[in-house]
Nanobody, 115 residues
Framework: QVQLVESGGGLVQAGGSLRLSCAASGNIFSANVMGWYRQAPGNQRELVAAITNGGSTNYADSVKGRFTISRDNAKNTLHLQMNSLKPEDTAVYSC?????????WGQGTQVTVSS
């Protein structure tokens, strides 16, 4: 089992920045993919960004150039630096880890961007 705990959400004005963090613990496989997903009210959950343990990244078109995903494999932590935030970025952001043992989710952290 893997436990994921997010932190760093909050309220920010449009154009501002936030940094989300996710701490992973438990039986973590060395080869895995970690990612951030978000879900706004009335919308389906969508992938924001993902990163492999080797450092390859993938971003949703809507956040390219504004968000940066990173990870520290030694500390089992995942980060999402979010710059130039827009009201449409408002959502619950959840950390995800996928490996050979399964698919794991954190509890989510609220990000609210005011206009």
């Amino acid at each position: 089992q893997v436990q994921l705990v997010e932190s760093g959400g909050g309220l920010v004005q449009a154009g501002g920045s936030l940094r989300l963090s996710c701490a992973a613990s438990g039986n973590i496989f060395s080869a895995n993919v970690m990612g951030w997903y978000r879900q706004a009210p009335g919308n389906q959950r969508e992938l924001v960004a993902a990163i492999t343990n080797g450092g390859s990244t993938n971003y949703a078109d809507s956040v390219k150039g504004r968000f940066t995903i990173s990870r520290d494999n030694a500390k089992n932590t995942l980060h999402l630096q979010m710059n130039s935030l827009k009201p449409e970025d408002t959502a619950v952001y959840s950390c995800n880890q996928w490996d050979a043992s399964g698919d794991y989710w954190g509890q989510g952290t609220q990000v609210t961007v005011s206009s």
